[in-house]
């Protein structure tokens, strides 16, 4: 099985940037889609974006015009540049990696604090 690990979280001001990596042990092209979500404290894991195989990216409406998700596919490592933090995006954000074949894969998430 693929392991996926994050890293780059932090703690940040509001209107700060922050760069996450999520860099897999195997190929990513084992996932159909790569994508970040975040759950903070007392609310359910959302979908903050999402990449495909072919390059085709989703945003929640909190993350666009702010967030960019991007892969690497000779580092098997998906990005997501946080640009403009604002407070509420304080969470533990999870790298997830979905196939048709396997499911859902999840990483073991990293902490990003936002202070205003």
């Known amino acids: 099985q693929v392991q996926l690990v994050e890293s780059g979280g932090g703690l940040v001001q509001a209107g700060g940037s922050l760069r996450l990596s999520c860099a897999a042990s195997g190929s990513i092209f084992s996932y159909n889609t790569m994508g970040w979500y975040r759950q903070a404290p007392g609310k359910q894991r959302e979908l903050v974006a999402s990449i495909t195989n072919g390059g085709s990216t989703n945003y929640a409406d909190s993350a666009k015009g702010r967030f960019t998700i991007s892969r690497d596919n000779a580092k098997n490592t998906v990005y997501l540049q946080m640009n403009s933090l604002k407070p509420e995006d304080t969470a533990v954000f999870y790298c997830?990696?979905?196939?048709?074949?396997?499911?859902?894969?999840w990483g073991q998430g990293t902490q990003v604090t936002v202070s205003s």
């Open positions: 997830n990696g979905w196939s048709r074949l396997f499911g859902n894969h």
